[in-house]
C-alpha cells in the first residue's frame, strides 16, 4: 500500500523543513505545492503567469489548478510507493480531493502531521528565512545559517528571499490560514493518522516528534 504523509499547519511552523527530511528518511519524493508553483513562476509558464500575482498578494491559488497539478505529479512513476505532501490540502475542497485520489488507488492517507507554533515565532522564522534559488535547501539567518553568507551549503546556488516573507504579506497569509486552511484540523481530527506535534524548539528535536508520530524507524 503507498503511504502518503499529510503536513498541515501555518505558514512558516516548518512543513517545509520537516517534510523534506521526512521525505528523505523514508525515501519518498517531496510533494510541494508551493515549489511547484514557483517553479512554474520562474519558468514562466501558463499555470506560473497566473499564479505569481495570487501568490505574492498572499492569497491561495485556485484549487482546481493545485489539484490538478497535484493528480498529475502522482501520476509520475516516482509516486508510486506514496509522496509526502508539503502546504497541500490547503482547502476542504482539496481535501476532498486529495481522498477521492488516494481512494482511487486503494490507498488511504497514512498520516496527517499537525504542527502548530506561535504566531510571534511563525513571525520571527519567516522573517529570517532563506531559499536557495537552485536546490530549494531552506535556511534562516539566525536558526540555520549558512557556512558563507547568502550561498547554499549543499550547491553553492544563491540565497533569496521569499517575495511573500514581507511582514505585510506574513499577516495576511496567517489570516488566509485561519479563514481557508484552520478548518482541515476538524477535517482530519478524529482520523487515527491524524497526529499534532509541537513545532517549539530545535528542528531535530521537532522533527524526532515526526518520526516518533509516524513511527517510522531511523
Ligand atoms: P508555501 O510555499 O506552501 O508556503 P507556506 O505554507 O506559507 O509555508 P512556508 O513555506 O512559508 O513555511 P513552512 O511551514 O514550510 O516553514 P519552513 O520550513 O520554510 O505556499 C506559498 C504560496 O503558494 C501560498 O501563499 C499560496 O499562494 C500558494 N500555494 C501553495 N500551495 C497551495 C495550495 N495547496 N493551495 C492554494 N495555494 C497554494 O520554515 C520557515 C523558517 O523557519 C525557515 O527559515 C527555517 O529554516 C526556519 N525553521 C524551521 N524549523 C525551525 C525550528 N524548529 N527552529 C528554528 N527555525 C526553524
Known sequence: MAKHLIFLGA???????????LAQLMDLPH???????RASVQS????GLRAAAVMESGALVGD?????????RLLLPDAAAGVVFDGFPR??????????LVSAHGDQITAVLHINLSDEEIVERLSGRRVCSKCGAIYHIRYHAPAVNGVCDICGGVLLQREDDQ?????????????ETAPLIAYYHDRPAYHLVSGEGEADEVFSRIVE??????
Not at 482547502?91 to 477521492?100: E, S
Open 44 to 47: 514562466g509558464r501558463e499555470i
Open 64 to 72: 482546481e489548478i493545485i489539484i490538478g497539478i497535484v493528480a498529475e
Open 167 to 179: 511582514p505585510a504579506v506574513i499577516r495576511k497569509r496567517l489570516a488566509v490560514y485561519q479563514a
Open 31 to 37: 510533494v510541494s505545492t508551493g515549489d511547484m508553483l
Open 91 to 100: 482547502t476542504i475542497h482539496q481535501a476532498n480531493a486529495l481522498d477521492n
Open 213 to 218: 508520530a509516524v513511527g517510522v524507524v531511523r
Open 11 to 21: 505558514p512558516g511552523v516548518g512543513k517545509g523543513t520537516q517534510a523534506q527530511r
